[in-house]
């Protein structure tokens, strides 16, 4: 499919079924309840009965259940894409659990592969140490606590303590943007192959994953990906700033954020379905 294409019927694909789009919206709102209610109960257990507690725990456990199901439910829609189905698929509470779990050991994998390099620049360029020292030089200084950290900095700390931390600072900080951002991609085509073959194992192939970008296109799925957040980073601005006129209208975001997660989801699947 061309790239246009993909966006508006992925845009327009979540209408298709509103029904499940509500059991969803449902769904997520319980999940914020059992949270809302086990951090609740947690802190009384603290002050009064450990019964609480426990029935606090219970209802944590029960939100992480419902947010695997709805997150394999995603998964689902994803694979929807693949197959061009039409329709939104049925929820299927066991086995949206189970790739619910699933693709959070994607999401673990693909997260801590550029977190565990990160680190590792961040101690060849000395970033760890220099910020613990500067930190420390201030921490322990006399100064007024009231004056300004940067002439703070600059008169406890020598210059070039304070360019070799900034330089340090910058250089773990773009090879992290640029290593977060190719994960991303690649991250993408680990969903999208969870989705098609069900195998953890294939969603975690990170080379045949990398491999699945080119197959498709760089410029075509940079250009999905880019246009799916910038859609999505639009219509939030939007409702951000019309809160301000209307106070409470941001309300609207119960529904539109689920709205948005279809459609990312289906895009998704309609990109990948180029090589599948």
Do not use: C
């Not at 426990?54 to 197959?83: E, H, R, T």
């Not at 106070?247 to 989801?265: C, D, E, N, R, W």
């Amino acid at each position: 499919m061309e790239i246009i294409d993909i966006i508006k019927e992925s845009f327009v694909y979540p209408s298709n079924d509103l029904a499940k789009l509500a059991i969803y919206i449902a769904f997520t709102f319980v999940s914020t309840i059992l949270v809302f209610l086990g951090i609740l109960l947690l802190g009384m257990g603290l002050t009064q009965s450990a019964i609480y507690a426990v029935i606090g725990i219970i209802l944590f456990i029960g939100a992480i259940v419902v947010a695997f199901i709805l997150s394999g439910y995603l998964i689902s829609i994803v694979k929807s894409g693949i197959n061009h189905d039409e329709n939104l698929p049925e929820f299927q509470w066991k086995e949206n659990l189970i790739t619910g779990v699933k693709y959070l050991v994607v999401n673990i994998v693909y997260f801590i592969i550029p977190a565990i390099i990160v680190l590792i620049v961040g101690g060849i360029t000395n970033l760890f140490g220099l910020s613990a020292d500067v930190f420390s030089k201030i921490a322990t200084s006399s100064v007024n606590a009231s004056a300004n950290t940067t002439a703070v900095a600059s008169n406890i700390v020598p210059q070039s303590t304070m360019m070799s931390l900034w330089t340090a600072i910058a250089i773990t900080g773009i090879v992290a943007a640029i290593l977060f951002l190719i994960f991303l991609f690649i991250e993408t085509m680990a969903e999208s192959r969870l989705a098609n073959t069900d195998s953890l194992g294939d969603a975690l192939n990170i080379p045949e994953a990398f491999k699945d970008i080119g197959r498709i296109g760089w410029g075509k799925v940079i250009a999905v990906v880019f246009l799916i957040f910038i859609i999505i980073a639009i219509i939030n601005s939007v409702i951000s700033g019309l809160n301000y006129y209307i106070p409470g209208i941001s309300i609207i975001s119960i529904v539109v954020t689920p709205y948005l997660t279809f459609f990312a989801s289906r895009a998704t699947g309609l990109l990948y379905s180029d090589i599948a």
